[in-house]
Structures are given as structure tokens and as C-alpha cells.
């Protein structure tokens, strides 16, 4: 009997040590394809009036990043110091970029949005595309209805 407790004991013990020695370094964070494709179902469950829900995944130095949902058109906006850099996970979208912001209006420190943008070019997105948008670039998501899009965001900071 206490050779078996020992046994025990020693395996928890090795257990532990294991579970430590592969813990990930400060600031790295991970998720799976999964867990990104799964943020459809929980976002859409917390959508806006402006059919739109967001989920923050961490700050970190230099950037930060979310996933976020849609089910109808967003804002014009304009990052004065972030690059956005949008991976689609599921559904499909076009993104508006360049051309100009209509009804700006700084709604936080280097942060504008307005009621859409006016020119530009047309992106379409769809499952596993990236696209960059650099600071300082109208852009606006469009969600045909019926539709709908979830992706993940890393917002870059730029001096």
C-alpha cells in the first residue's frame, strides 16, 4: 500500500514538473482553427443593434488583437496610428478601402468613424483570405443581408 501512494505520489509529482517545464513563455498565446471558427456561434448570440459583436483575444506589446462578428454593414472608419490586419474565418464580406470617410467624427484619440466611405476600392473576403489595411486608410466592412462574416483582427500600432 505505501509503495503504491508512493507511486502515486512520484507520478503527480513528474505529472507537474512536465506540465511546468512545457508552460508557454510570457506573452505567447495560441488558438486552435477551432476555437477561431467557434467565435461564429458565441459573437453571433451577442450581436448589436448595429449586428455586430466583438470579443478582445489580449493586448500585447505593439499590437493587439480580437475576433469579431458581423451580420450587417459597419462604420466607415480610420485608425490614425493602427494598421488593421483582418483574417476571415468564416463567411464573406467586402471591405471598402481608400477613398474617403463620409461624416467623420473622432469618437476617441486617433480614432474616427463616419456613416460609410465614398470611393475606394472593393476587396471581396472569404474564409482563410488576409487582407492589410494600413493606419490612416478609410476602410468599412459590408455584410450582404443574409450574410455574415467572422474575423479575426490584429491591430498594429504605428508610430
Known amino acids: 500500500m505505501r509503495y503504491r501512494i508512493a507511486r502515486v505520489v512520484c507520478l503527480a509529482v513528474a505529472a507537474a514538473a512536465i506540465s511546468v517545464s512545457a508552460a508557454d513563455p510570457p506573452g505567447v498565446k495560441g488558438w486552435t482553427a477551432s476555437e477561431l471558427k467557434d467565435f ?18 489580449g493586448s ?4 493587439n488583437m480580437l475576433v469579431a462578428h458581423r451580420e450587417g454593414n459597419g462604420q466607415g472608419e480610420v485608425h490614425e496610428r493602427q494598421a488593421d490586419v483582418f483574417i476571415v474565418q468564416t463567411g464573406e464580406a467586402v471591405v ?23 470611393g475606394g476600392v472593393e476587396k471581396k473576403v472569404r474564409p482563410g483570405d488576409v487582407l ?5 486608410t478609410p476602410h468599412q466592412m459590408l455584410v ?14 504605428v508610430p
Open 60 to 63: 500585447f506589446e505593439g499590437h
Open 96 to 118: 471598402r478601402v481608400g477613398g474617403e470617410l463620409v461624416d467623420a467624427k473622432q469618437v476617441r484619440p486617433n480614432e474616427l468613424l463616419g456613416s460609410a466611405v465614398k
Open 132 to 136: 492589410h489595411i494600413p493606419a490612416k
Open 40 to 57: 461564429e456561434k458565441t459573437l453571433a448570440a451577442k450581436m448589436s443593434a448595429q449586428k455586430v459583436a466583438s470579443q478582445s483575444l
Open 144 to 157: 450582404q443581408s443574409g450574410q455574415q462574416v467572422t474575423y479575426l483582427v490584429v491591430k498594429v500600432d
